[in-house]
Antibody
Framework: QIQLVQSGTEVKKPGASVKVSCKAS????????VTWVRQAPGQGLEYMAW????????KFAQKFQGRVTMTTDTSTSTAYMELRSLRSDDTAVYYC?????????????WGQGTLVTVSS | QTVVTQEPSFSVSPGGTVTLTCGLS?????????ASWYQQTPGQAPRTLIY???TRSSGVPDRFSGSIVGNKAALTITGAQADDECDYYC??????????FGTGTKVTVL
């Protein structure tokens, strides 16, 4: 069955970086993309960025441009999202989701979420 | 900046029908926006209900349906059940590799 399994809880200090992984299984990784979404405590869902598993193309929501890096390792079907210069308002649950190969559409399977807490 | 709007809350009676909408701050939603809908209970990851306007995700019962109504995307729940009580989010693809989530609708079944 199709699964996306994310890395565990992170606690970081302001100014640090965090890297979250998302390991996919049950489908051909290079036929799809991966979208990253976050949800701050008590808030709604927020689109962050998308990477194609096919050719590594990336797209970012404007507010994350320059602060987020995404990569994939096709040998292990794993996507990574690194967020730099962390602030307290980056405290959130970060989700990955399977998406379209050429655009961030059709988010059909989701990871379980990774809680990132930013606190001094 | 594109804002995707949803009703903040909706109440429906058990067995009733409710239609949630997803609109744009400016302009009309069409199938070109690949509207999708997600259900989320507190503390859980979102669950995909509908994608590409009206395609039901695997395992989703047919009482959930997607469409375009007027100038908005719409999610209709027919025969509402108690466990439909949760938050619902839409997403629109606005082009150039960017998708935008709606503000979310809290559905109460009572």
């Amino acid at each position: 069955q199709i699964q996306l399994v994310q890395s565990g809880t992170e606690v970081k200090k302001p100014g640090a970086s965090v890297k979250v992984s998302c390991k996919a299984s049950g489908y051909i990784f290079t036929n799809y993309g991966v979208t990253w979404v976050r949800q701050a405590p008590g808030q709604g869902l927020e689109y962050m960025a998308w990477i194609s598993g096919y050719n590594g193309n990336t797209k970012f929501a404007q507010k994350f441009q320059g602060r987020v890096t995404m990569t994939t390792d096709t040998s292990t079907s794993t996507a990574y999202m690194e967020l730099r210069s962390l602030r307290s308002d980056d405290t959130a649950v970060y989700y990955c989701a399977r998406a379209g190969r050429i655009a961030p559409v059709e988010f059909d399977y989701w990871g379980q979420g990774t809680l990132v807490t930013v606190s001094s | 900046q594109t804002v995707v709007t949803q009703e903040p809350s909706f109440s429906v009676s058990p067995g009733g029908t409710v239609t949630l909408t997803c609109g744009l701050s400016s302009g009309s939603v069409s199938t070109s926006y690949y509207a999708s809908w997600y259900q989320q209970t507190p503390g859980q990851a979102p669950r995909t209900l509908i994608y590409s306007t009206n395609t039901r995700s695997s395992g989703v019962p047919d009482r959930f349906s997607g469409s375009i109504v007027g100038n908005k995307a719409a999610l209709t729940i027919t025969g509402a059940q108690a466990d439909d009580e949760c938050d619902y989010y839409c997403v629109l693809y606005i082009g150039s590799g960017i998708s935008v989530f709606g503000t979310g609708t809290k559905v109460t079944v009572l």
